[in-house]
């Protein structure tokens, strides 16, 4: 037996929840969940029915893909691989939340709106986009001398983050490519081009239901 995520694809906070879950190694039973038509099993746990959800062992339930990310960095075999993901100092751990919640609380905002402009159209897709790179902009400059967001090695704000700039530059990757953001679009290539996303975080699984087999992941 091991715990269950439910997830979706494409959603970005599954996306950082599976991203951290292949990285740290710890094993879940994953349930591919279509979003327009959730299973029964979700549902009847009442409550908040968003994915990314994790139900561990003694039925606890995680709802909120950071909670996730935490649950996995407490259970993750390789502590070297935790402790530089999620460091002890807690000044890094403040600014490693501090862009974590910039994304979550404005950034992702700004997003949506540019992402379906067509259903907000007291503005225009381009004033949504320029309201969204004001983040970019902050990520660029951060970026200008370091590797990752907390310095050189990865930690869980770049985790939690690259998966909503993937679906910012997705709009309009014509725009994306053509802009200036050159370290943002060196820092996202790295994770979207890694095996590890392409091959493990956004594998395809048919939808869940109950009665079929099992899906282990990460794969082995
Ligand atoms: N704060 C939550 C947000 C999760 C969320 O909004 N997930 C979306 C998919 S990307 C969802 O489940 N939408 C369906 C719904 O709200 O019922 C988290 O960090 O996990």
Redesign the pocket.
């Known amino acids: 037996m091991l715990p269950v995520l439910y997830s979706?694809r494409r959603?970005?906070?599954?996306m950082r929840s599976r991203y951290a879950l292949a990285e740290l190694n710890v094993y879940v039973y994953l349930r591919e969940v279509v979003?327009k038509s959730k299973p029964p099993e979700l549902l009847l746990l009442g409550g908040r029915?968003?994915?990314?959800q994790l139900i561990d062992l003694d039925g606890a339930r995680y709802?909120?893909?950071?909670d996730i990310i935490f649950w996995a960095l407490a259970r993750a075999g390789d502590k070297q691989k935790a402790d530089e993901l999620w460091p002890a100092d807690s000044q890094k751990r403040h600014r490693i939340m501090s862009w974590v919640t910039y994304n979550d609380h404005f950034f992702k905002y700004w997003l949506d709106r540019y992402k379906y402009a067509d259903r907000h159209p007291e503005r225009s897709e381009a004033y949504y986009r320029g309201r969204g790179a004001v983040f970019l902009s902050r990520l660029e400059k951060r970026l200008e001398n370091r590797v990752f967001i907390a310095g050189e090695a990865r930690s869980l704000a770049d985790i939690a983050i690259f998966p909503f700039i993937r679906q910012f530059a997705a709009v309009n990757p014509k725009w994306f490519d053509l802009s200036e953001y050159t370290n943002v679009k060196r820092w996202l290539a790295y994770f979207v081009n890694s095996d590890r996303f392409i091959s493990v975080v956004m594998a395809k699984h048919p939808a869940w239901h109950a009665g079929q087999e099992n899906t282990l992941y990460p794969a082995t």
């Open positions: 979706f959603c970005p906070y599954a979003l029915s968003t994915v990314p709802p909120e893909s950071l």
